[in-house]
């Protein structure tokens, strides 16, 4: 039984700097992608930032044009967790973050919610102007 467990996620001002994490468990593929989805209110799911693995060595990041430069992916092969870093928040950030894990991506499809099998349940990001 595969299971995604976000960390709590906050509310921060504006220019302000969180980072979420992902644990996964149950998880056996040597190769795979794992990351974060985003949905604000009455907004479609989008990607984030997905990194993908392979053992122990991460191959690919993507990242959303609007994130690039602000938030950092990361993972720690010790205990399968990925990382959000998130910083110069800004209040369009606002959103339900989601992990999500898949047996493949790539650059052509990373950012579709539909190749994604495994999710986590949500952590709440809110950003204050």
């Known amino acids: 039984q595969v299971q995604l467990v976000e960390s709590e996620g906050g509310s921060v001002q504006a220019g302000g700097s969180l980072r979420l994490s992902c644990a996964a468990s149950?998880?056996?593929?040597?190769?795979?992608?794992m990351g974060w989805f985003r949905q604000a209110p009455e907004k479609e799911r989008e990607g984030v930032a997905i990194l993908s693995i392979n053992g122990r060595a991460p191959l690919n990041a993507y990242y959303t044009d609007s994130v690039k430069g602000r938030f950092t992916i990361s993972r720690d092969n010790a205990d399968n967790t990925v990382y959000l870093s998130m910083s110069s928040l800004k209040p369009e950030d606002t959103a339900m973050y989601y992990c999500a894990a898949a047996p493949y991506c790539g650059s052509a499809s990373w950012y579709q919610a539909g190749i994604f099998d495994y999710w986590g349940h949500g952590t709440q990001v809110t950003v204050s102007s």
């Open positions: 149950g998880y056996t593929r040597s190769r795979y992608c």
